[in-house]
C-alpha cells in the first residue's frame, strides 16, 4: 500500500475497519444493552486515531527525507505525545489500573520502557561518535580552504590523512564500539555519585551504565519477546485499556529499533520484526516503515555502514568522492582538478552545517525521551502501589 491511500484521508476513524478495539466494545454493549459509547470508549478510539496520524504523517516522507535528523527528531516528538497520551490515560482510569490482568499488563509495559533506557544511553553515545567525526571533517575542509588561492601538495595530504583517519574511526566494527560503551553515561547522573539512587522497589534501572558486552540487537528483541495483541477477553476484562499498552508497547519498539538503524551504536543488528495485526489504524504505516527502513539496509552500498542516518550517507559519499580524488591528483593541479576539490569540500561543507545544527537537538530528545519514560514508569508504579495498598487496607 501506498502512503497516498491513506494518507490525508478524511476517512471517519470507524471506517477503518472492525478494529479490537471495536470488537472488545461489541462484546461489552452486548452484554449490557447499551449501543452508546462512553467517554472511555471514545477516549481510547481518539488515542488509536491520534497514534495513526502521527505514523501516517512520518510514512508520508519522500525517500530521500526518510532516517534524515529532521524525520527521527520528528518520530521522537511523536513518540513523546503518545507517551503523554498514555500517561493520561492511565491517570484517568486509576481504578481499573490495579485489577488483573491491566496491571500486569503496564507491568510488563514498564518493564520493556527500562530496557528502552539502555537504547537511549547507547543512542547518546553514538551522537557522541558522530560529533567526533565532525573534528576529522573540519580538518579537512580547512585544509581545502576555498578562500586559499591555490590548492597545493601540503593541504592535500592533511586532507587525506584526516579522510583516512575518518574513514577508519566511521568502519562499523565491534571492538571499535565497545570502546564507545565503555565511556557510555547516563543521563542526568554522575557516575561518581550516588545521591540521585531511588529506592529498588520504586525505580529499578538497568540503563546507569552500559557494559562491554551489551548488543543493542540483544536489547530490541528483550524489549519485543512475549510481544502478543491482546485477546477479546482481555480487551473486556480491562474495560478496552489492553490496547493502548498493546499500542504503547508497539510504538516503543519501533521507536527504539528505529534509532539503532539511524545511528551508531554497539552491536547494530536490525533482525526484530514487528508482527502487528493490520486492523490496528496505525499498524499499516508503522509496519510499512519497517519494510522501507530495512530495504534500504540492504541496498549494496549501506550493508557495512556505521549507521542508516541520511546525514551519515551523505558524510560516507563525500569522503569516498575525495579520497579516490586525493589518491588520483598530481601535482601541479590543474585547474579542473582544484575546481572539483572545492566543490568536493562545499558538498562536504553542506553536510556538516546539517550535522552541526540537528544534533544537539536530538540529544536534548533523547535525554527528554529517557526521562519522560522514567517519570512515566516512577508515576505508573505509584499508582499501582497506592491502589494494592488501598486494596489490603
Known amino acids: 500500500m501506498r502512503a497516498t491511500d491513506y494518507q490525508g484521508s478524511s476517512v471517519p476513524f470507524r471506517s477503518f ?19 452508546e459509547p462512553t467517554n472511555q470508549e471514545l477516549e481510547l478510539e481518539a488515542f488509536q486515531k491520534q497514534v495513526a496520524d502521527r505514523f501516517n504523517d512520518l510514512h508520508a516522507v519522500p525517500g530521500e527525507n526518510l532516517l534524515s535528523l529532521s524525520w527521527i527528531r520528528r518520530l521522537l516528538d511523536a513518540f513523546l505525545c503518545c ?21 500486569r499488563m503496564i507491568n510488563e509495559y514498564f518493564e520493556r520502557s527500562v530496557k528502552a533506557l539502555d537504547v537511549c544511553n547507547a543512542i547518546r553515545e553514538g551522537i557522541d561518535q558522530v560529533r567526533q567525526w565532525q573534528k576529522h571533517l573540519e580538518i579537512v575542509l580547512c ?11 601540503g593541504q592535500f595530504r592533511r586532507a587525506k590523512k584526516a579522510l583516512t583517519d575518518l574513514a577508519i574511526s566511521m568502519l562499523d566494527d565491534k571492538d571499535s564500539s565497545s570502546v564507545i560503551a565503555h565511556r557510555n553515561r547516563s543521563f542526568g547522573r554522575n557516575n561518581n555519585s550516588s545521591k540521585d539512587h531511588r529506592p529498588a522497589g520504586h525505580f529499578r534501572s538497568l540503563s546507569w551504565s552500559v557494559s562491554r558486552s551489551w548488543s543493542a540487537a540483544k536489547q530490541l528483541q528483550a524489549i519485543g519477546n512475549n510481544l502478543t495483541p491482546p485477546r477479546g477477553n482481555e480487551i473486556v476484562a480491562t474495560g478496552g485499556l489492553a490496547v493502548p499498552v498493546y499500542t504503547m508497547n508497539s510504538v516503543l519498539l519501533f521507536v527504539m529499533w528505529s534509532l539503532v538503524a539511524a545511528i551508531p551504536c554497539q552491536d547494530r543488528g536490525l533482525q526484530t520484526h514487528l508482527s502487528v495485526p493490520r486492523n490496528f489504524p496505525w499498524a499499516t504505516s508503522i509496519l510499512s516503515l519497517q519494510d522501507r527502513i530495512t530495504e534500504e539496509s540492504k541496498k549494496r552500498d549501506r550493508k557495512n555502514t556505521s549507521g542508516l542516518l541520511r546525514e551519515i550517507y551523505q558524510i560516507e559519499k563525500s569522503v569516498r568522492h575525495l579520497m579516490e580524488m586525493a589518491d588520483a591528483v598530481q601535482f601541479p593541479l590543474t585547474e579542473e582538478r582544484e575546481k572539483e576539490a572545492r566543490q568536493g569540500a562545499s558538498e ?46
Open 17 to 35: 475497519g472492525r478494529s479490537i478495539l471495536s470488537i472488545g466494545r461489541e462484546q461489552v454493549h452486548s452484554m449490557a444493552g447499551n449501543q
Open 348 to 393: 562536504l561543507k553542506l553536510v556538516l552545517e546539517t550535522v552541526k545544527e540537528g544534533l544537539d537537538p536530538l540529544e536534548r530528545q533523547v535525554r527528554e525521551v529517557f526521562h519522560r519514560i522514567v517519570h512515566s514508569r516512577t508515576e505508573g508504579l505509584d499508582c499501582l502501589g497506592r491502589a494494592n495498598n488501598t486494596g489490603t487496607t
Open 83 to 103: 507517551q503523554e497520551d498514555f500517561r493520561v490515560i492511565l491517570s484517568n482510569n486509576k481504578t481499573l489500573v490495579s485489577r488483573p490482568p491491566l496491571d
Open 143 to 153: 585544509a581545502l580552504d576555498s578562500r586559499q588561492r591555490t590548492l597545493g601538495e
